[in-house]
């Protein structure tokens, strides 16, 4: 399964914006965020991402327009990394060439761990072991599209693998660091009526 967010539309209000950042940069730095700071604001990542406050502020309606659709990426994103029903998906190509979605998911890893470190998040030893060797595997990750490629099915397979393991990492990231519930304390005596 695919991110519903329109790629393009990501890119138009980056570009808009002044960023540099591909959609994928983008929305990785924005998870890492999200994972790091349960109190971010949208604004904050826009500024991070853009160079467009000042034009906001001067009244440029068009940096406003693409700040406002970005701002709403953001409360999506939200709402899907605490979605009960792990409706989250990293936002990444839809290119059939593997070696386009291998650079994708690299820079999306390589946002990822820069949102983590843009949000303070620097010991992971307060953490399972489990977030320990998931950001490890994405260092590992954000250098994937020098990755070789055997360049038949088994490519896809291990891509589609890949972005599953990213998107189950993350939710598990997002959930230690912004505990949403209580778990379940269920002892062997106590039983169920």
Known sequence: MKSDIDIEQVQKNLTTLGSKATPFEAHGTLCGLLCGRSDLEPREWIALTTAAEE??????L???????WLADLFFKTVAAL????????????E????????????????GFLM?????GVEKFSEYS???????????S????DDYD?????SDTEAIIELVEFIRIGVLLVNEEMNPLRVPVDISADQTLH
């Open 55 to 60: 034009s906001i502020e001067q009244g440029d």
């Open 82 to 93: 605490s979605d009960n029903n792990l409706k989250f998906y990293p936002l990444l190509a």
């Open 141 to 144: 990750i954000s250098t994937a």
């Open 95 to 110: 290119d059939e060439d593997e070696s386009i979605q291998l650079e994708a998911i690299a820079l999306w890893a390589q």
């Open 115 to 119: 949102g983590l470190s843009l949000a």
């Open 62 to 68: 068009l940096a406003a327009e693409a700040s406002e």
């Open 149 to 153: 490629l055997a360049g038949d099915d």
């Open 129 to 139: 072991e489990e977030v320990g060797e998931f950001v490890a595997a994405m260092t």
